[in-house]
């Protein structure tokens, strides 16, 4: 299966040995973005996968374009447009203070400013069985909304699956009331084959309420299957973070349309937990794109997650080899 995505190659600033901005004068560079993380991490499975996105005819954009090849995307739908890049700085927490991300310049970016008459998206669906659509791009500016929607409509009308996740960002939506943004995510939805997101998404942003006469876990289940059914998912994929006894688990969850599965909780060793949401979703495309079971793919999935929280950077490069030592093996911890 050829997978794809749509959404911004962002450049990543992040002071060394966890300082904050006011103790440093370095500053790492990376480059990354959801679509980025997820299709580097496919890659590295083995899957071929490229970007559909617009980078600035600079250095900058240049560099960006290199790191994605690199990481072992095709660049061939990387188009040119605008004059700047999206970035941010993460300052890394440590102990009780959290990680700290400041967004600049998002609006303006090349991928903010381009509508849907910058892309082809007719021959790029062409080259693709499953597009992946960043939640943010709903968020940014009206030309990546309505390229957004081309392109999940003609990706539903082809034949193709559509991939996409809720990704809201309260800082980027500070313009934009809950009401607003209801009305984006229902007018993607029914062209969605597979979605991430989580409980809040729909009873927060969907406004759907619980039918609180079942018990908690089973209100979780009716409302997804009730969300699904509504839009005609086919899946429904996320994430629980649980804290206990000082210690952070995470569960991964996988539906589809009669039955669900949960994986075993995870503990969190925390290096890096930027990104690590795409790691599971990685993991999620890789089982569906191999028919894998509900549980099979939930567990790797979530291994696959828990295992990106252990290195720097957003960019899961995690191997299949890598995610099944940790899953078959969890205690050894020196290969030689």
Known sequence: MKIAAFGEIMMRLTPPEYLMLEQTKELRL???GTGVNILSNLAHFG?????????????????AKASVRQLGIQDRWIGVSGAHIGSYFAEMGFGPRPTQVTYQNRRNSSFGVSDASCYDFDAFLEETDLVHICGISLSLTEATREAAFILAEKA?????????DFNFRPSLNEAHGISFMKEQYQKILPYCDLVFGSQRDLTDLLEMPLNETLDTDKQFEEIVHRFMQKYQIAYFAGTIRQ????????????????????AAPREITNLDRIGAGDAYAA?????????????????????????????????????????RHIMEQPTVDLIR
């Open 30 to 32: 990376d480059f990354t």
């Open 47 to 63: 899957c071929q996968t490229s970007l559909l996105t617009n980078l600035p005819d600079n250095r900058l954009g240049e560099a």
């Open 156 to 164: 539903h009308t082809l034949g193709k699956k559509v991939c996409f």
């Open 243 to 262: 804290y206990e006894r000082d210690k952070h688990y995470l569960t991964g969850f996988l539906f589809d349309s009669e039955k669900y599965e949960k």
């Open 283 to 323: 993991g999620v495309l890789l089982g569906y794109s191999e028919s894998w079971s509900l549980i099979e793919t939930v567990e790797f999935a979530t291994a696959n997650g828990i295992l990106a929280h252990t290195i720097q950077g957003d960019v899961p490069l995690t191997t299949r080899k890598q995610v």
